[in-house]
DNA sequence: CTAGGGTTAG
C-alpha cells in the first residue's frame, strides 16, 4: 500500500498556499488521508466509501482533493474492479458543479483508462477543450498510455504524432506499449529517433528487449547505456538487465554488472539483492548466490523465493528446506511462490511425503489456495516417482478442472515409466485441449520409440505432419570467453561446422570405449531435426558442447544453456566426457541444473 | 504521465 500513499501526496500536486487562500490545511493532510488506505484489499471498498463521504466538505472547498482521491482510486479501487466507485466520483464531481480543470480532467482519464473503460476516457479527452494547448502533455500522455495498454497501438501512434508536445513521459510510453504488444522494430526505431534519452528511456529499452527473447540485445543496450553514453543506470535498470542475463544464462555480463554495482555503491535494495541472487542461480553460480543472499539484508519474500528456487534446481533439496524454513521464522509468510519453490525441491528430490505436507500446510495454515501450478508440481512429484496411478488420482480429485500443463506433466511420468496404456489415455486429454501442439506427438512417437514400436511412431508423425504441428526446436547455447554462441539441433550454418563434427565423432569414439552407449529411445527428441539423419549425434547440446571442447583451454568450466530438457542420451555422453576430459560441465535445461563432473551428474539422474 | 525482481509442463 506504499504506492497509495505516494499518490495520494504527489508533491507536484497539492495546493501552494499562495494560489489557494482558503485552503488551511491540516498539518499535512494527505498523511492523515494515508491512514484511512487500507492494509487489506478487501476492505478498500468501504474505506474509500469512507473517504469519499468524509471528503464531501472538502471537495466543496477545494477541488484539488477531488484530484487526490481520484489518483488514490486509479491506483487502488482499479484493481479491485470498481468500476462504478470511480463513476460516482466522477458523478460527484459533475454534481457540485465543480471546474473541470487539467488536473482533475487528466485523473479521470487515467482512472477510466486504468479501468479498461477506454471509450470514456476517449470520449473525456475529446471533449477537453485544453487538449490542443500547450502543457497538456500530461493529459495526452495518459490517453496514449491507455491506449498502449488496450493494445491499441494505432490511435496511441496517431495520437503521438498529433500532440501539441511531447515530453520524455510520451516517447517513452510509446515506446513500451510498442515493446509489450511486440513491436521491436518500431520501439527501436523511435527509441533511436530521441533527440535526448533518460534513464526510463534506456530502461523501457532494455526490459523491453528482454520481454520480447533478445536477451542479448537488451545487454548490448545496457553496455552501451553506460559505456559509450555514459548514462547511469539506477536499480530499476539493474534489476531489468540482471533479469536478461539470468534468462540467458550470461554468467559473465552478469558479474560485470556486479562489479559495476558494487563500485558505483548503488544501494543493495531487496529488488537488486533479489535480481542478482536470482541470476547466480540461473547461470549455475549457486554459491555466488547464497553469499549474495546473504550479503543482502533487506530480504523480502522475493528474495527468499529466488534463493529456494536456486538450491532446488540445483538439486540441494537440503537447503532449499532449510531455507524455506528459515524464512518463516525470519517472520515472512511464504507466499504462493515460495511454495511453488519448495514443493519444486521436494520433486527434484523425490520426496513423495514431504511435498505432500507442504501441499497442505499452504491451505491450513495460510490459507493459499493452490493454483494449477502448485497442482502440476503435485503430479510431477508423484509422477517422477513413479507413483502414476496417485498422479491420476489426485487429478481427477483436485478442485480446479486439469489443463494442458497438468495432463502434460503426467505425460512425462508416463514416459519417464514407459507406462503406454495410460500415456495414450492422457495423450488424448492433451490432443483435446490442443489439437496442435506437437508436444503430444513427440511424447507419443517417443514413448512408441522408446518400447520399438516403430509402425506406431511413423503413425504419429504422419498424423502431426496432417495437423500442422511443429516442434520447437532445441536450441543450446554456450559461453565462450565472454561471448555467447548459439546452436540448433543439426546445426549447419555455424563456421565452424568441420571442426564441431569430427570433435563430436571423436568425443562419441572415446566414450563409446568407456562403455557410453547411444540411447536410441531418444532419438525422436526432435522429430523434425531427425529427418536429417544422424538425430541422436546432432542435438544441439552436444553440437555447444563439442564447441565449448575446441575453443576453451582443459580446466575451464563448460556452460551450456538449453531452451528444451537435456535429452537422455546428451545426458549420459556428457558424463563420460565429463570423465574422460576432465572438464566440469555445467548445463542449464528448461528445467534445472545438471553439474557434470568425474562421469557423475548432481541430478543423480532423478529427472 | 513513462521503466523493474521470483512462477508449471515440454
Redesign the pocket.
Known amino acids: 500500500m506504499k504506492k497509495a500513499m505516494r499518490?495520494l501526496a504527489?508533491k507536484?500536486?497539492l495546493p501552494s498556499k499562495k494560489n489557494n487562500p482558503i485552503f488551511s490545511p491540516p498539518p499535512k493532510p494527505h498523511q492523515s488521508y494515508s491512514k484511512i488506505i487500507p492494509q487489506n484489499p478487501n476492505q478498500a471498498e468501504t474505506h474509500f466509501i469512507t473517504l469519499i463521504h468524509a471528503s464531501k466538505t472538502i471537495l466543496q472547498l477545494q477541488q484539488i482533493h477531488s484530484q487526490l482521491i481520484l489518483?488514490a482510486m486509479?491506483?487502488n479501487i482499479v484493481g479491485l474492479g470498481d468500476k462504478w466507485l470511480g463513476g460516482m466520483v466522477h458523478g460527484g464531481i459533475l454534481k457540485m458543479g465543480l471546474e473541470f480543470d487539467g488536473f482533475v480532467r487528466?485523473?479521470l482519464v487515467?482512472m477510466y483508462a486504468?479501468m479498461e473503460l477506454l471509450s470514456l476516457a476517449l470520449q473525456l479527452f475529446d471533449e477537453s477543450p485544453e487538449r490542443n494547448k500547450l502543457d497538456s502533455?500530461?493529459l495526452w500522455?495518459?490517453v496514449i498510455?491507455g491506449c498502449?495498454?488496450s493494445g491499441i497501438l494505432e490511435k496511441a501512434v496517431e495520437l503521438f504524432e498529433a500532440m501539441p508536445e511531447r515530453?520524455?513521459?510520451?516517447?517513452?510510453?510509446l515506446?513500451?506499449g510498442l515493446m509489450?504488444n511486440g513491436k521491436v522494430d518500431k520501439a527501436v526505431e523511435l527509441f533511436e529517433g530521441m533527440v535526448e534519452k533518460?534513464?526510463?528511456?534506456?530502461?523501457?529499452m532494455?526490459?523491453?528487449l528482454?520481454?520480447n527473447g533478445m536477451h542479448e540485445k537488451a545487454l548490448e543496450m545496457f553496455f552501451n547505456m553506460i559505456e559509450e553514453e555514459g548514462a547511469r543506470a539506477?536499480?530499476?535498470?539493474?534489476?531489468?538487465v540482471?533479469?536478461a542475463c539470468?534468462?540467458t544464462g550470461a554468467l559473465e555480463a552478469g558479474m560485470k554488472i556486479h562489479k559495476y554495482i558494487l563500485s558505483n555503491k548503488f544501494r543493495f535494495?531487496?529488488?537488486?539483492?533479489?535480481?542478482l541472487i536470482?541470476m547466480y542461480a540461473?547461470c549455475g553460480q549457486i554459491q555466488s548466490a547464497s553469499q549474495v543472499f546473504r550479503d543482502?539484508k533487506?530480504?523480502?519474500?522475493?528474495?527468499?523465493?529466488?534463493m529456494i528456487?536456486g538450491w532446488a534446481?540445483h538439486g540441494s533439496v537440503e537447503q532449499a528446506l532449510q531455507c524455506f524454513e528459515k524464512m518463516k521464522l525470519t517472520g515472512i509468510e511464504?507466499?504462493?511462490?515460495?511454495f511453488?519453490?519448495v514443493l519444486?525441491a521436494c520433486?527434484?528430490a523425490g520426496l513423495v511425503d514431504e511435498g505432500l505436507k507442504f501441499f497442505d500446510s499452504m491451505k491450513l495454515d495460510y490459507s493459499i489456495e493452490p493454483?494449477?501450478?502448485?497442482c502440476?508440481?503435485i503430479?510431477?512429484l508423484y509422477?517422477?516417482a513413479g507413483q502414476l496411478d496417485e498422479a491420476l488420482r489426485f487429478i481427477q480429485c483436485m478442485a480446479l478442472t486439469p489443463?494442458?500443463?497438468?495432463w502434460?506433466?503426467l505425460?512425462?511420468?508416463c514416459?519417464?515409466h514407459k507406462n503406454i496404456e495410460m500415456a495414450k489415455y492422457v495423450s488424448e486429454k492433451l490432443l483435446q485441449l490442443e489439437p496442435k501442439h506437437s508436444?503430444s506427438y513427440?511424447?507419443m512417437s517417443?514413448i512408441y520409440a522408446g518400447v520399438g514400436i516403430w509402425e506406431e511412431v511413423e503413425r504419429v508423425r504422419t498424423s502431426m505432419k496432417d495437423k500442422g504441428a511443429a516442434k520447437?526446436p532445441g536450441l543450446s547455447h554456450v559461453e565462450v570467453h565472454g561471448k555467447l554462441h548459439s546452436f540448433v539441433a543439426g546445426d549447419q550454418a555455424h563456421m565452424h561446422t568441420k571442426e564441431i563434427y569430427s570433435k563430436l565423432e571423436e568425443m562419441t569414439n572415446r566414450a563409446r570405449e568407456h562403455g557410453y552407449i547411444p540411447e536410441t529411445e531418444w532419438v525422436l527428441?526432435n522429430i523434425e531435426e531427425e529427418e536429417k539423419e544422424d538425430a541422436l549425434g546432432t542435438h544441439s547440446e552436444k553440437l555447444a558442447l563439442a564447441f565449448g571442447l575446441i575453443r576453451t583451454s582443459p580446466g575451464v568450466v563448460l556452460r551450456i544453456v538449453k531452451?528444451?530438457?537435456i535429452c537422455g542420451d546428451c545426458h549420459s555422453l556428457m558424463k563420460h566426457v565429463s570423465k574422460l576430459s576432465q572438464r566440469e560441465i555445467v548445463v542449464r535445461d528448461?528445467?534445472?541444473f545438471h553439474h557434470f563432473k568425474d562421469g557423475i551428474c548432481s541430478c543423480q539422474d532423478y529427472w
Open positions: 499518490v504527489p507536484s500536486a489518483q486509479s491506483s487528466v485523473s487515467d486504468k502533455v500530461l500522455n495518459v498510455n498502449c495498454k515530453n520524455f513521459g510520451s516517447w517513452n510510453s515506446i513500451n509489450r533518460n534513464v526510463v528511456s534506456w530502461t523501457t532494455v526490459h523491453g528482454s520481454l539506477n536499480d530499476l535498470t539493474l534489476v531489468s540482471l533479469s539470468a534468462k535494495n531487496a529488488a537488486v539483492g533479489t535480481a536470482d540461473k543482502t533487506e530480504k523480502d519474500v522475493r528474495t527468499w523465493s529466488v528456487w534446481i511464504p507466499d504462493e511462490v515460495a511453488l519453490a519444486t520433486s527434484h493454483t494449477m501450478k502448485h502440476a508440481v503430479v510431477d509422477g517422477r489443463d494442458f500443463v497438468i502434460g506433466a505425460f512425462s511420468a514416459r519417464a508436444g513427440v511424447f517417443n520447437d527428441h531452451n528444451l530438457r528448461i528445467k534445472r
